[in-house]
């Protein structure tokens, strides 16, 4: 199996085998005007996303998503070909290279009918909706956990009693920066916050015990003195920030 980018002259393979899945699945449950809807989107919106695809001499299988925000598209594989893990390699694929690009999730509406197969490689359910006769669920993969319980370094560059940038008369309650080794060695300044120190600092080396992921707004890590914490802390400690965000907060939980 061998799983790749799909160049442009190779996008209308991808389009042709979902249609041919779309068709032999009686439109996957769809209306007849959702299933024209879906077909012209295909159609239109096709050639606009980047695809991977999973290979066994022809093509058995494809991912389509949107890379400007990591969203999920499309993924279909032969019915034949099925749970052969085509469907899991794909998303890992993606996972690494959206990580690698700096993206800390991946988004997808699934259809209710696959339910399982996405919970099963991780993903979040968010919000249920209807389109034109099939269920759908929003859901997110969160490409940051495997960093819980790892150590590493913040560079602080607002110290804790300094007056916030934005909201008038807050200070920082703690001490906030950045990732350092993700801003070394591939160019990202992840947001931290340093909990459990009560003065200023200018580095800090601790634990990432919890990250908070902002709907829509990226994420913010919580690095500790050590893998054991005060859960009531650190949501007191961030409130002052995060009162303006929908939010949800992934924790270490120490073995």
């Known amino acids: 199996m061998i799983i790749r980018q799909l160049q442009q002259d190779e996008i209308q393979q991808g389009t042709a085998l979902i249609r ?25 919106k ?23 925000t990591m969203h999920m598209v499309y993924l279909f594989v032969r019915e034949e070909k099925r749970r052969r893990r ?46 034109n006769g099939v269920g759908r669920v929003s859901m997110e993969l969160p490409l940051a956990d495997r960093f819980l319980g790892t150590l590493v370094t913040v560079t602080v560059e607002h ?25 070394k060695y591939r160019g990202i300044f992840q947001d931290a916050y340093v909990i459990g120190v009560h003065e200023p600092v200018d580095s800090f080396r601790g634990y990432v015990t919890a990250i908070i992921y902002r709907y829509g707004h990226g994420s913010v890590w919580v690095v500790t ?15 002052f920030q995060e ?13």
């Open 46 to 68: 096709g050639g606009e996303l980047s695809w991977l695809g999973a290979f066994e001499e022809d093509l058995q299988g494809v991912l389509a998503w949107n890379p400007d």
């Open 86 to 131: 085509i469907g899991t390699f794909l998303v890992e694929e993606l996972s690494k290279r959206a990580f690698d690009e700096g993206f800390d999730r991946l988004t997808v509406n699934a259809r209710t009918d696959v339910l399982e197969f996405y919970e099963f490689n991780g993903f979040v359910p968010l919000s249920h909706s209807e389109e």
């Open 20 to 44: 041919e899945v779309f068709e032999a699945e009686d439109h996957l449950g769809y209306d007849e005007e959702g299933a024209k809807a879906f077909l012209s989107l295909l159609e239109r």
């Open 159 to 183: 110290t804790v009693g300094q007056l916030h940038e934005v909201y008038a008369d807050e200070q920082y309650p703690c001490n906030y920066g950045y990732i350092e080794e993700l801003a």
């Open 225 to 239: 003195p050590g893998t054991v914490y005060s859960r009531d802390e650190v949501i007191n400690t961030v409130a």
């Open 243 to 255: 009162q303006y965000y929908d939010t949800r907060i992934v924790w270490y939980q120490p073995k």
